[in-house]
């Protein structure tokens, strides 16, 4: 089984986080519905599943507004049923993710340079100039590796040093989610706030993320949610375990490969995501090619 992952599909570019396009969206999942007997993953007892069998499932992550307007009528055209993941407090409050949140103002920022003086940032990162993009897209990836507790500090100082830019309003609402249930598609968890889970050792912060989404999404959809999906694939055996006890009884990863069920746990099972990249890439990553590509050029990694 290959589960691949999508966030947003839209028209509008993006120089930090670019969105699939909808044109190569549509291409890649009539691929997919050709290549690939795709089924609904919370569908499917994947225990049965033989692993030559071409089986595939789509997902989304977060619950942003494209997916219904850009994404969905696409899916219905070729009779795709998919499994759309959302940060609860992301829909209540149509605030996007705190990753497309720093993308956004360090884009539309009006001031020219953040000052980070933290110890625990590398130094071209203490002092970031707006206008310099390159140095600009490196301070994402740098949050990514740090503690929750250590990014909140430096996001909490880019918020208020950005506190002029106004958030577009990018999610859906609880009505739109429930328009794609009604169509027959799944809604899971991916926790409350979008913080990496995994990050932290705060067990109490893990345990509410996991529990007051669920509870939510119970409560505007009827439904409990059985699949946790880890924000940014962020995760550890604690963050398993109070998975297991908020009663989600499927855990979501990234790591970018095929799913083999009688060798990923449950709660850890891969993904594959597809970027908004060119049409020959996008098919090689569809066929492993590119991560088998990076093994031989790394192996080990």
Same mark, same amino acid.
């Given at each position: 089984?290959?589960?691949?992952?999508?966030?947003?599909?839209?028209?509008?570019?993006?120089?930090?986080?670019?969105?699939?396009?909808?044109?190569?969206?549509?291409?890649?999942?009539?691929?997919?519905?050709?290549?690939?007997?795709?089924?609904?993953?919370?569908? $499917?007892?994947?225990?049965?599943? +033989?692993?030559?069998?071409?089986?595939?499932?789509?997902?989304?992550?977060?619950?942003?507004?494209?997916?219904?307007?850009?994404?969905?009528?696409?899916?219905?055209?070729?009779?795709?049923?998919?499994?759309?993941?959302?940060?609860?407090?992301?829909?209540?409050?149509?605030?996007?993710?705190?990753?497309?949140?720093?993308?956004?103002? /360090?884009?539309?920022?009006?001031?020219?340079? /953040?000052?980070?003086?933290?110890?625990?940032?590398?130094?071209?990162?203490?002092?970031?100039?707006?206008?310099?993009?390159?140095?600009?897209?490196? %301070?994402? *990836?740098?949050?990514?590796?740090?503690?929750?507790?250590?990014?909140?500090?430096?996001?909490?100082?880019?918020?208020?040093? $950005?506190?002029?830019?106004?958030?577009?309003? %990018?999610?859906?609402?609880?009505?739109?989610?429930?328009?794609?249930?009604?169509?027959?598609?799944?809604?899971?968890?991916?926790?409350?706030?979008?913080?990496?889970?995994? $990050?932290?050792?705060?067990?109490?912060?893990?345990?509410?993320?996991?529990? +007051?989404?669920?509870?939510?999404?119970?409560?505007?959809?009827?439904?409990?949610?059985?699949?946790?999906?880890?924000?940014?694939?962020?995760?550890?055996? $604690?963050?398993?375990?109070?998975?297991?006890?908020?009663?989600?009884?499927?855990? %979501?990863?990234?790591?970018?490969?095929?799913?083999?069920?009688?060798?990923? *746990?449950?709660?850890?099972?891969?993904?594959?995501?597809?970027?908004?990249?060119?049409?020959?890439?996008?098919?090689?990553?569809?066929?492993?090619?590119?991560?088998?590509?990076?093994?031989?050029?790394?192996?080990?990694?």
């Amino acid at each position: 089984m290959i589960n691949f992952l999508f966030h947003r599909v839209h028209p509008e570019r993006d120089q930090l986080w670019d969105p699939m396009d909808v044109p190569l969206f549509e291409k890649a999942i009539k691929y997919i519905s050709n290549k690939f007997d795709v089924v609904c993953f919370e569908e $499917t007892d994947v225990s049965t599943l +033989a692993k030559h069998q071409r089986v595939a499932t789509v997902m989304f992550d977060d619950g942003y507004l494209d997916n219904l307007e850009y994404a969905a009528p696409i899916l219905q055209k070729y009779n795709i049923k998919a499994s759309f993941y959302v940060a609860t407090n992301c829909i209540n409050q149509n605030k996007p993710t705190w990753t497309y949140e720093l993308d956004y103002k /360090l884009q539309h920022a009006t001031c020219a340079a /953040l000052e980070l003086p933290f110890e625990y940032i590398a130094e071209p990162l203490k002092s970031v100039q707006l206008a310099d993009i390159d140095t600009v897209a490196k %301070l994402k *990836p740098a949050l990514k590796k740090m503690s929750y507790e250590y990014r909140s500090k430096v996001l909490d100082s880019i918020h208020a040093q $950005t506190a002029d830019v106004e958030l577009p309003k %990018l999610m859906m609402n609880w009505q739109e989610v429930q328009q794609l249930k009604n169509a027959g598609h799944y809604i899971g968890s991916h926790s409350v706030n979008h913080y990496m889970l995994g $990050t932290t050792d705060n067990q109490e912060l893990v345990a509410y993320e996991l529990q +007051a989404s669920a509870k939510t999404i119970q409560e505007e959809l009827g439904h409990f949610p059985t699949t946790i999906s880890y924000p940014i694939g962020s995760y550890n055996h $604690t963050t398993i375990e109070l998975s297991k006890e908020a009663g989600y009884t499927r855990g %979501l990863a990234t790591k970018q490969k095929r799913y083999h069920p009688d060798k990923d *746990p449950i709660f850890e099972v891969p993904r594959v995501e597809l970027y908004n990249e060119s049409w020959p890439k996008t098919k090689m990553r569809i066929h492993g090619v590119v991560e088998q590509i990076k093994r031989i050029l790394k192996p080990g990694s």
